[in-house]
């Protein structure tokens, strides 16, 4: 069966911190795993990602698959009390060819003042 | 329209009774896609449809579970004869093609009481 695992499940930081993000996957066609932000209701998307190795970067934010190994991290550096959030990783398979998407759970971030 | 855009923002219904949900898509998005997230749970896939067809239902958790988008654009979810498992965030998503990034609706709460 397909999933995927994030940890930790919640974590509290101080503003100014670095903290690191953790998707662990099985899947059996993997086609990509995205990164998500989700204040309130609505996730915004974050990152995609396909290929081993390739750090992508937005601002504070950055992120890197190993398909290897099946994981992936989430960096953000120097925290802001605004980067407080669920953070959800999602895998998308390559079978089905419609870009259905298998959640984690999640990591709550709460950066305090 | 500007994002996706789904109504009602918040629904409570009495055990036993219907419901319609609705969902806006992005103007000329092909992909729609519905989730459902509980507390402290990351979404899961309940079905995906492309322009008017309903390709892949196999989230949907019972057959009181029914959804349409008869003309490949606003989609409705219908839940016949609620229940208090069925309360949950019912995220919609949309993407111009398969396997592009979708962008998620702000999603409505179901109370079943």
């Known amino acids: 069966e397909d999933k995927v695992v994030q940890s930790p499940l919640s974590l509290v930081v101080h503003e100014g911190d670095t903290v690191t993000l953790n998707c662990s996957y099985e899947?059996?066609?993997?086609?990509?795993l995205l990164w998500y932000k989700q204040e309130k209701k609505a996730p915004t998307f974050l990152f995609m990602l396909?290929?081993?190795?390739i750090e992508k970067k937005s601002g504070r934010l950055s992120s890197i698959l190993d398909k290897k190994e099946l994981f992936s991290i989430l960096n953000i550096t120097a925290t802001q009390t605004g980067d407080s959030a669920v953070y959800l990783c999602?895998?998308?398979?390559?079978?089905?060819?419609?870009?259905?998407?298998?959640f984690g759970q999640g990591t709550t971030l709460q950066v305090k003042p | 329209g500007a994002g996706v855009s789904q109504s009602p923002r918040y629904k409570v219904a009495k055990r036993g009774q219907d419901v319609a949900l609705r969902c806006d898509p992005i103007?000329?998005?092909?992909?729609l896609f519905w989730y459902q997230q509980a507390l402290g749970q990351g979404p899961e896939f309940l079905t995906y449809f492309q322009n008017e067809a309903q390709l892949d239902k196999s989230g949907l958790p019972s057959d009181r579970f029914f959804a349409e988008r008869p003309e490949g654009s606003v989609s409705t979810l219908k839940i016949q004869r609620t229940q208090q498992e069925d309360s949950a965030v019912y995220l919609c998503a949309s993407s111009l093609a398969p396997n592009t990034e979708a962008f998620f609706g702000q999603g409505t709460r179901l109370t079943v009481v």
């Open positions: 999602a895998v998308e398979p390559s079978s089905g060819n419609t870009g259905k998407l298998i």
């Open positions: 899947v059996t066609n993997f086609r990509s």
């Open positions: 396909t290929s081993s190795g």
């Open positions: 103007s000329g998005h092909v992909s």
